[in-house]
């Protein structure tokens, strides 16, 4: 998920609801490249 919401609460339930992830913007696009590959080589 990609989100402007970073509170805890909503981390904890898109993670119980099956997010791989949870990003919250403004973020780091190192990050992002590192998270999106990691999900792209999980899947695979």
């Given amino acids: ?3 402007d919401v970073g509170h805890q609460l909503n981390r904890v339930l898109a ?3 099956g ?3 949870y990003i ?3 973020f780091d ?3 992002f490249k590192a998270i ?3 999900f792209f080589n999980n899947a695979a």
Avoid: V
């Fill in 29 to 31: 696009m190192t990050e």
């Fill in 15 to 17: 993670m119980q609801m």
């Fill in 24 to 26: 919250t913007k403004p």
């Fill in 36 to 38: 999106t590959a990691n």
């Fill in 1 to 3: 998920m990609l989100t």
């Fill in 19 to 21: 997010a791989d992830d």
